[in-house]
């Protein structure tokens, strides 16, 4: 949602999206996901780049290495993609970069033979609650914060957590 917030043209493309996909059926459910390629996307994007469970990634380099003619320094953080530091949800519309693991690009699970078992409760669970989130409410800021302030800060963890908490404001959307 605070990557949403600060790309209103994300937010507004995945809200047209479920709520065209939905139309007044008045709730998503678990099968409705398939048809909301966008929010994948846009799930895809938050975990490549804030990964839930950060102890498997971002990756730092141990030591000293060259990798396709670039020279990279010890313990720098490695990215990828064109842009890497940008949400950028288009990057994964009509690509077929899965999170099972078979694509290495992209390892929120993990990968291999200790792969993160629960992916597809986790998956759903996360995807199912955003395009409700969205398909019911329009989202504004508090008045007097600006989404340019939001900040992306994490608490230390085994898992992702936000050090200053998303306030937002839910206004009810009638279909
Ligand atoms: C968005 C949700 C989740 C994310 C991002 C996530 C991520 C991960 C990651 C990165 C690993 C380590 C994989 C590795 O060592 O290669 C892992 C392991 C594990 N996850 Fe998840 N997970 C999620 C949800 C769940 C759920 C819902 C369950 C159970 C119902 C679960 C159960 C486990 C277990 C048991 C392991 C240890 C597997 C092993 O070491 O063999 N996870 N998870």
């Known amino acids: 949602m605070t990557y949403l917030m600060k790309n209103p043209i994300a937010l507004r493309k995945a809200q047209e999206e479920v709520r065209?996909?939905?139309?007044?059926?008045?709730?998503v459910k678990e099968e409705d996901i398939e048809r909301l390629?966008?929010?994948?996307?846009?799930?895809?994007?938050t975990m490549r780049l804030q990964?839930?469970?950060?102890l498997l990634l971002p990756r730092e380099s141990s030591q000293d290495c060259e990798l396709g003619g670039y020279k990279i320094p010890a313990k720098t953080t490695v990215s990828w993609g064109e842009n890497p530091?940008?949400?950028?949800?288009?990057?994964?519309?009509?690509?077929?970069?899965?999170?099972?693991?078979?694509?290495?690009?992209?390892?929120?699970?993990?990968?291999?033979?200790?792969?993160c078992p629960g992916i597809n409760l986790?998956?759903?669970?996360?995807?199912?609650s955003l395009a409700?989130?969205?398909y019911a409410f329009n989202w504004e800021m508090p008045v007097g914060t600006k989404s340019e302030d939001l900040d992306m800060e994490v608490l230390p963890g085994v898992t992702m957590h936000k050090?200053?908490?998303?306030?937002?404001?839910?206004?009810?959307y009638v279909c």
């Open 20 to 27: 065209e996909a939905i139309e007044k059926k008045g709730f």
């Open 85 to 115: 530091e940008e949400f950028k949800p288009e990057r994964f519309v009509e690509k077929s970069i899965d999170m099972k693991g078979s694509d290495f690009a992209l390892i929120p699970f993990g990968a291999g033979r200790r792969r």
């Open 163 to 172: 050090k200053n908490a998303l306030l937002l404001v839910a206004k009810k």
């Open 132 to 134: 409700n989130l969205l």
């Open 122 to 128: 986790g998956l759903v669970t996360v995807e199912l």
């Open 51 to 54: 990964p839930p469970a950060p």
């Open 37 to 45: 390629p966008y929010l994948s996307a846009v799930v895809k994007e």
